[in-house]
């Protein structure tokens, strides 16, 4: 079992910046693709940011391009998400998972495991 701990979230006023992290244990390896997705209340999930086993590729939502960026250490099984120019639309739940392969995804049925998540508000 693989198990994902999302932490970093919180609340910050419009325009700023937070860093998410995604610490992963268990029976982790570092072959695995992976990605961030966020929900609202009464909004499906939807895709934010990925990247691949090494780093090398890296995707984004149009909506977060520019002002995102996704990264990871593979020596401390960890996945970052920066977050900087926040708006208020980005408030949600944001959610850490681990493709089922070594890609990057945008497609949450590709992604096998999932943290709790943790909450993002941005307010006006």
């Known amino acids: 079992q693989v198990q994902l701990v999302e932490s970093g979230g919180g609340f910050v006023q419009a325009g700023g910046s937070l860093r998410l992290s995604c610490a992963a244990s268990g029976r982790t390896s570092n072959s695995y693709g992976m990605g961030w997705f966020r929900q609202d209340p009464g909004k499906e999930r939807e895709f934010v940011a990925s990247?691949?086993?090494?780093?090398?590729?890296?995707y984004y939502a149009d909506s977060v391009k520019g002002r995102f960026t996704i990264s990871r250490d593979n020596a401390k099984n960890t996945v970052y998400l920066q977050m900087n120019s926040l708006k208020p639309e980005d408030t949600a739940v944001y959610y850490c998972?681990?493709?089922?392969?070594?890609?990057?995804?945008?497609?949450?049925?590709?992604?096998?495991?999932w943290g709790q998540g943790t909450q993002v508000t941005v307010s006006s």
């Open positions: 998972a681990r493709n089922r392969d070594y890609s990057g995804s945008y497609r949450a049925e590709s992604y096998d495991y």
């Open positions: 990247i691949t086993w090494n780093g090398g590729y890296t």
